[in-house]
């Protein structure tokens, strides 16, 4: 499904590139494993080829796709104002989907809620942790420009 060098999308990871196509033998079992870099915290994850169908990861959008998700990030509505916890609930979910643009929901009700009053600490490292998950993958997009990137912050 990918080849070495596909730039990919991790859900509560983030972004990376595709380094290599290893294989294993783990528990006496052989098995081939993608090596991914991911671009947030210089990390790197190995998943088997057999289960990157049903894993989280996705290819990373397309500038025409991109496009799109600059106008809902700047003109889109915020959801209705909820209890902090349900809102947190919320959020997480959209992340978790590891889908752009529920990510880019999170960070733009984020930062609007950040105008008008302070984030509690768990909703500022969740505006941190999506932020920065928007941004590794726009870093991946070809065909991006800077100030498209700087858009989403």
């Not at 500038?63 to 915020?78: Q, R």
């Not at 209890?83 to 752009?100: A, C």
């Not at 997009?141 to 989403?152: A, C, D, P, V």
């Amino acid at each position: 499904m990918f080849q070495i060098g596909d730039n990919i999308v991790y859900s509560m990871h983030g972004a990376g590139i595709i380094k290599a196509i290893e294989e294993k033998e783990i528990l006496g079992k052989k098995q081939q494993y993608y090596v991914i870099k991911m671009l947030i915290g210089n990390m790197q994850v190995m998943i088997p080829t057999s289960k990157i169908i049903n894993s989280s990861i996705r290819p990373v959008t397309d500038i025409i796709a991109l496009k799109h998700l600059l106008y809902i990030f700047l003109h889109g509505e915020s959801d209705s104002i909820q209890p902090w916890k349900q809102r947190y609930k919320v959020n997480s979910d959209k992340i978790k989907t590891g889908k752009i643009q529920e990510c880019a929901e999170v960070v733009r009700d984020l930062l609007r809620l950040k105008k008008e009053k302070a984030l509690n600490t768990s909703e500022k490292k969740m505006l941190d942790n999506a932020h920065g998950f928007l941004i590794s993958e726009l870093e991946l997009i070809k065909g991006i420009t800077e100030n498209q990137i700087k858009s989403f912050s």
